[in-house]
């Protein structure tokens, strides 16, 4: 079965760091890109990083540039979103998915919150 298991949400006061993960499993990890996106109470899904388990191209959000950075280890099938100088907007349900570059199926996983105060 297909898996994205995210984690690493919390709650951090503003300035803080936290490091969210997302673990792969199920399908061919090297085959996909893997992205992060997050929703806020009351306002649309937003894309805040993507990056290219084949190529390493990444992709990050306006309001993230600077701030987070995401990596990836293919030896543990994982993901990762490194968010620094977290701001309250940054509040909102943290989601990974998976795109295939071959068929451009989409897989999600379940979300991690992550909430910020001022």
Excluded at 9 to 29: I, M
Excluded at 58 to 79: E, L, Q
């Amino acid at each position: 079965d297909v898996q994205l298991q995210a984690s690493g949400g919390g709650l951090v006061q503003a300035g803080g760091s936290l490091r969210l993960s997302c673990v792969a499993s199920g399908f061919t990890f090297d085959d996909h890109a893997i992205g992060w996106f997050r929703q806020a109470p009351g306002k649309e899904r937003e894309g805040v990083s993507c990056i290219s388990a084949n190529n390493g191209k990444i992709y990050y959000g306006d309001s993230v540039k600077g701030r987070f950075t995401i990596s990836s280890d293919n030896a543990k099938n994982t993901v990762y979103l490194q968010m620094n100088n977290l701001k309250p907007e940054d509040t909102a349900v943290y989601y990974c998915n998976a795109i295939s570059i071959i068929s451009r199926r989409v897989f999600w996983g379940q979300g991690t919150l992550v909430t910020v105060s001022s």
